[in-house]
């Protein structure tokens, strides 16, 4: 599974802050005891911590804006309805799996792949938050699958979405 940006930001920070803290602990080892090495560990600590925190901070609004401007670049160039009508299809190709019309006709590596699948288009980055959104909650209502009117209803309201952000974007 990949992780997002602004996660591996955060966790590569961390792992920053944990070096210098480590650094900085040696350094005061090395000047002179246990007690200068956690002296010399809080204070490196304490400023790789600033550091990140205003690093943090300027990236993640870098990283926002950037998704903002692939986003609209994806809407300029058309990809928005597209990688939209992709959504649409694989979920409704995954309910189709789920609630299958002849019972026993889809096993459970097929149904177990279009889930993958519709998961994995439904979180691509240049979709609009709200088909994203909707993807979600038709495909969490499809994961109970316990109710098929409710499946139904949860993609009619996702066809919707789609319709209404191509709608949008003319």
Do not use: K
Request: proline residues 2%; glycine residues 10%.
């Amino acid at each position: 599974m990949m992780v997002g940006l602004p996660v591996r930001v955060y966790v590569f920070s961390a792992l920053l802050v944990a070096v210098w803290t480590a650094g900085g602990g040696l350094v005061g080892l090395s000047w002179g005891g246990a007690g200068w090495a956690v002296l010399a560990a809080v204070a490196a600590g304490l400023v790789s911590c600033a550091g990140m925190a205003l690093f943090v901070r300027r990236e993640a609004a870098s990283v926002r804006g950037e998704r903002l401007r692939r986003l609209r670049a994806a809407e300029d160039r058309g990809e928005t309805e597209g990688t939209a009508d992709a959504v649409l299809m694989a979920v409704a190709l995954y309910r189709a799996a789920v609630f299958p019309i002849v019972a026993g006709s889809v096993n459970t590596e097929e149904q177990q792949a279009r889930r993958t699948i519709a998961y994995r288009i439904s979180a691509y980055d240049s979709l609009p938050r709200q088909v994203r959104l909707s993807a979600a909650e038709a495909l969490e209502v499809i994961d109970d699958g316990q109710d098929a009117e409710a499946a139904r209803t949860a993609l009619q309201a996702l066809t919707m979405t789609v319709y209404g952000c191509r709608h949008r974007s003319r």
